[in-house]
């Protein structure tokens, strides 16, 4: 949408007048390349290597070539110093009329950058008199002009010697919004999105060493499921059909199980048609990754390994802070039974339980029901009401319903249960797994029950997949499959108290105005 002249602030119009004036210049404001050889923190980590000790003669030093962003200036008449920001972090500029020339420094340095300005720097780098590492300017390159300023805060002194402070971009909905402008004057918060990187590239690293596959499934799918969701639907025009933003990819890599891999994992965006909250995004990440001749016991251990590595990469140890607390991944996990977990928080055994008792347990507890909801239901809000927000540490929680886990296997031992597992940490699910029910007239039997809830009134219980049923009939082999929650398993990793606050753009309510 284009701006009106009345809703361009003074700023605005006055950088848009410098960009005219740089024309005039001959200076192209937005020029196409500029040769970087360094970043900030490779000098200043390295500064040994690039000091020179005559910063007046240095004919031998050698040359560094840096672009960024100009976030504050001190003009002094001939000679200015100005902070330059790039992608990894930031460094002290010394520039002089004499060493640019007269039109670079005058006219386009002194009168029309302002912050926020991209532009390029070649010079040497020395140390001033107060000992700060600097790069002291020989050529300088206009490279890019913002017409919209850049928030800067400005403290004020108050009449009662009280500091205000002015411009700072902290609120927390604006900076979501308009990420771009929260990295540039918040670059800590790039360090959030680094970590996560390192955390995906880390797990996929030790995947693929242990020889599994990484394999693409569909995003658009005519049966959703795998997970118990609302999907969110689109319509294909050429097909004239509705299809279904995935809701997980589970039934898709459970297809490749059946046509012979041993092992594949996906990293997936998927999408829940539920509410905004700290700990949920409807656009959302996660890896899910399914192994032929194992169980569920098995990949606690897999999963175990690879999170203790993950900490070890991202933090050099096993224990992290997150909030008030202090998180250890160090192997092994806590394994506890969800009937047993549930009656040491509460006091009360679920098991063999029917729903109308659950119900009024749930009634006792504070709880609250609907009537559309089965047992699964039930003790899934019993259980994360009274349990799941205690448990800080790593822990597996195992052995679930039958009720609750549609696409699980029957317990070899424990009638009415299944062998599946969470991972619970931080007081959220970060994991679950499964020993995968491969039995396709169990699992025809799961689904037509699902069917059933889904008809009285449970929009979340899932649908009937007849090519999955067929593709299962064809032959699976014992399998397990776990998926984890990226974005939550970021949090944890990064120690972020939002969800949004590990994703870049995160899904946000319509802006109040158009203007911004």
């Not at 590990?502 to 105005?513: D, G, H, T």
């Amino acid at each position: 949408m284009s701006q009106t002249e009345s809703s361009i602030s003074e700023q605005q119009a006055i950088r848009r007048e410098k960009l005219d004036q740089l024309r005039e210049l001959d200076v192209n404001p937005y020029p196409y390349e500029y040769d970087v050889t360094h970043h900030s923190r490779e000098i200043l980590e390295n500064e040994e290597t690039y000091l020179t000790e005559t910063p007046d003669q240095p004919e031998d030093a050698p040359r560094v070539s840096v672009a960024g962003r100009v976030m504050t200036r001190r003009i002094m008449g001939k000679a200015s110093f100005f902070t330059l920001q790039d992608s990894a972090g930031t460094i002290q500029i010394y520039i002089r009329r004499d060493d640019v020339g007269v039109k670079e420094y005058n006219k386009v340095f002194k009168k029309m950058v302002d912050i926020g300005d991209f532009v390029g720097i070649k010079g040497f780098v020395f140390k001033t008199g107060t000992g700060e590492t600097t790069i002291r300017a020989e050529h300088f390159e206009f490279l890019g002009k913002t017409i919209r300023p850049i928030p800067t805060p400005k403290e004020v002194k108050t009449e009662d010697g009280e500091t205000v402070t002015y411009d700072a971009f902290t609120d927390k909905e604006q900076r979501y919004r308009q990420r771009y402008v929260d990295m540039v004057v918040n670059p800590e918060v790039r360090d959030t999105f680094r970590k996560r990187t390192q955390m995906v590239q880390t797990m996929r690293t030790f995947m693929n060493q242990k020889g599994y596959l990484e394999v693409e499934t569909p995003i658009l799918q005519p049966v959703y499921g795998g997970a118990a969701a609302e999907p969110f639907v689109t319509h294909h025009n050429a097909l004239d059909m509705d299809l279904y933003l995935r809701i997980a990819n589970e039934l898709y890599l459970k297809r490749l199980i059946v046509g012979g891999f041993d092992g594949v994992y996906e990293f997936s965006k998927d999408f829940r048609n539920e509410g905004l909250s700290r700990f949920h995004n409807p656009e959302f990440t996660q890896v899910e990754l399914y192994v032929a001749y194992k169980e569920y016991n098995w990949m606690m251990d897999f999963m175990e390994e690879m999170i203790e590595k993950v900490a070890l990469e991202l933090h050099g140890s096993t224990k992290i802070e997150v909030g008030d607390h202090l998180i250890d991944f160090k192997r092994p996990w806590p394994r506890i039974p969800m009937y047993e977990a549930i009656e040491n928080e509460t006091g009360y055994d679920l098991s063999g339980k029917s729903v109308d008792q659950l119900r009024a347990i749930a009634s006792e507890l504070h709880i609250d029901t609907d009537e559309s909801m089965g047992k699964g239901k039930l003790i899934d809000e019993i259980f994360g009401e009274t349990v799941e927000p205690t448990l800080i540490q790593p822990t597996f929680i195992t052995d679930y319903p039958i009720e609750m886990s549609p696409l699980a296997k029957k317990h070899r031992t424990k009638e009415g249960l299944v062998e599946r597992f969470e991972a619970i940490c931080n007081g959220k699910e970060i994991a679950n797994a499964f020993t995968e029910l491969n039995d396709p007239v169990d699992q025809r039997g799961r689904f037509e029950e699902q069917a059933r809830l889904r008809a009285g009134g449970d929009e979340e219980a899932m649908n009937v997949d007849e090519d999955f049923l067929r593709a299962i009939e064809y032959g699976m082999p014992p399998t397990a499959g776990i998926g984890i929650g990226i974005d939550r398993l970021a949090m944890i990793m990064t120690n972020s108290d939002s969800i949004r606050d590990v994703l870049f753009f995160p899904q946000m309510r319509p802006e109040a105005s158009d203007e911004s």
